[in-house]
T-cell receptor, first 116, second 113 residues
Framework: GAVVSQHPSRVICKSGTSVKIECRSL??????MFWYRQFPKQSLMLMAT?????????EQGVEKDKFLINHASLTLSTLTVTSAHPEDSSFYIC????????????FGPGTRLTVT | DAKTTQPPSMDCAEGRAANLPCNHS???????VYWYRQIHSQGPQYIIH???NNETNEMASLIITEDRKSSTLILPHATLRDTAVYYC??????????????FGTGTRLQVTL
């Protein structure tokens, strides 16, 4: 299957600072990328859908000014957690799709964010 | 997308077949059944999907009942590395835009020696 990478894999930051997470599709062009969040022992929750060159669509209850998403190219989307707080500590996972006939989603390995 | 129901956990002995059930009684005619799994602290991995015919690939087999209200994912010879949470998801396909995946709570499969 297609490969999606995330960077960093782990990050620790202080409360009040901002953190940027990158999601890259390595061997295909991703017209759409999705950002998920997963708290311990819970399932993945979709945060937002981003299409290349347009504004992201956020799920209900997700603050767009706190979780900034940029999908500037067909291989890169970034999620910036602004003014992070301990309750933002979570596992952030992206997925990407080429939008081809099968519309399969390929997932990145995830980023573990810890806010102290 | 259809709501799916899965048992919260299952055990399977290594080398035996693991049969993971999923109920999707409200699935519509154009919704596929997708299976993903998530090994601890990793991103989900695609396993298989089907519409109404049984499907098989190198990872697993998918058996869908004739009325499409339920399905079973079969790992023919489970290994310790198959220990993971398995998610069954109903999803429309080829809608013109990339459709969302809605993850439920899944089945935690524990493969033991």
């Amino acid at each position: 299957g297609a490969v999606v990478s995330q960077h960093p894999s782990r990050v620790i930051c202080k409360s009040g600072t901002s953190v940027k997470i990158e999601c890259r599709s390595l061997d295909f062009q991703a017209t759409t990328m999705f950002w998920y969040r997963q708290f311990p022992k819970q399932s993945l929750m979709l945060m937002a859908t981003s299409n290349e060159g347009s504004k992201a669509t956020y799920e209900q209850g997700v603050e767009k000014d706190k979780f900034l998403i940029n999908h500037a190219s067909l291989t890169l989307s970034t999620l910036t957690v602004t003014s992070a707080h301990p309750e933002d500590s979570s596992f952030y996972i992206c997925s990407a799709t080429s939008g081809g006939p099968s519309y399969e989603q390929y997932f990145g390995p995830g980023t573990r964010l810890t806010v102290t | 997308d259809a709501k799916t129901t899965q048992p919260p956990s299952m055990d399977c002995a290594e080398g035996r077949a693991a049969n993971l059930p999923c109920n999707h009684s409200t699935i519509s005619g154009n919704e596929y059944v997708y299976w993903y799994r998530q090994i601890h602290s990793q991103g989900p991995q695609y396993i298989i999907h089907g519409l109404k015919n049984n499907e098989t690939n190198e990872m697993a087999s998918l058996i869908i009942t004739e009325d499409r209200k339920s399905s079973t994912l079969i790992l023919p010879h489970a290994t310790l590395r198959d220990t993971a949470v398995y998610y069954c998801i109903g999803r429309t396909k080829n809608t013109g835009t990339a459709s969302k995946l809605t993850f439920g709570t899944g089945t935690r499969l524990q493969v033991t020696l």
